[in-house]
């Protein structure tokens, strides 16, 4: 496999498809990263819940790591989300300002509807109500607590249906199918 430029290390953009744990190990019958990557050493930066989809990035380069997934950075996480309900400006004005979660309220986010986006069909498919509309926002955060996006829709009355992370500040999942990774580019290094 081919090497970036940044010496000898690796740094792998993934995307995770449905059902798939954001680790190497898992239970037996179980979905890991190691059923699509073979690069020793790489560990993602950060986590997407097994529910989820989308950007991963793995590195074997403790610096990098670091600066992505140390809060103090505030990096930028973006996610298409697929909401049931007819998401309302108020509820995205709600999102914007920060929401009370459990024991914290979180930092503002950027929220706007959007179409919805041509993305590959998920594996199951989410469940449809007849009589339930479904919406889907973009959000982009810069925590990333422990399913937060999830929590975070609840807390407006909208429950995620699907949640596919897009970006990790300007790393971008373009050019990928569900189970795809590749090296970044050079170019993509220096915007780390």
Same mark, same amino acid.
């Given at each position: 496999?081919?090497?970036?430029?940044?010496?000898?290390?690796?740094?792998?953009?993934?995307?995770? +498809?449905?059902?798939?744990?954001?680790?190497?190990?898992?239970? +037996?019958?179980?979905?890991?990263?190691?059923?699509?990557?073979?690069?020793?050493?790489?560990?993602?930066?950060?986590?997407?819940?097994?529910?989820?989809?989308?950007?991963?990035?793995?590195?074997?380069?403790?610096?990098?790591?670091?600066?992505?997934?140390?809060?103090?950075?505030?990096?930028?996480?973006?996610?298409?989300?697929?909401?049931?309900?007819?998401?309302?400006?108020?509820?995205?004005?709600?999102?914007?300002?920060?929401?009370?979660?459990?024991?914290?309220?979180?930092?503002?986010?950027?929220?706007?509807?959007?179409?919805? +986006?041509?993305?590959?069909?998920?594996?199951?498919?989410?469940?449809?109500?007849?009589?339930?509309?479904?919406?889907?926002?973009?959000?982009?955060?810069?925590?990333?607590?422990?399913?937060?996006?999830?929590?975070?829709?609840?807390?407006?009355?909208?429950?995620?249906?699907?949640?596919?992370?897009?970006?990790?500040?300007?790393?971008?999942?373009?050019?990928?199918?569900?189970?795809?990774?590749?090296?970044?580019?050079?170019?993509?290094?220096?915007?780390?």
């Amino acid at each position: 496999m081919q090497k970036t430029s940044a010496g000898n290390r690796n740094h792998i953009l993934f995307y995770k +498809p449905y059902g798939v744990l954001t680790q190497f190990t898992g239970d +037996p019958g179980e979905k890991t990263l190691k059923d699509f990557i073979n690069i020793p050493y790489v560990y993602p930066v950060g986590r997407l819940d097994k529910d989820s989809e989308g950007l991963v990035l793995l590195t074997d380069d403790g610096v990098v790591q670091y600066r992505l997934s140390h809060p103090k950075f505030d990096k930028d996480k973006t996610y298409w989300v697929q909401v049931e309900g007819a998401m309302t400006e108020e509820a995205l004005d709600n999102l914007r300002r920060g929401i009370a979660i459990q024991d914290y309220v979180t930092k503002t986010a950027k929220a706007k509807l959007i179409d919805e +986006p041509n993305v590959p069909p998920r594996e199951p498919p989410i469940r449809f109500r007849k009589d339930i509309p479904t919406s889907w926002i973009e959000i982009t955060i810069t925590e990333g607590k422990n399913r937060q996006v999830r929590r975070m829709t609840a807390a407006v009355g909208f429950p995620t249906l699907r949640l596919i992370r897009i970006a990790i500040g300007q790393l971008r999942l373009d050019g990928l199918a569900p189970g795809e990774w590749r090296m970044l580019t050079p170019s993509e290094m220096s915007r780390l």
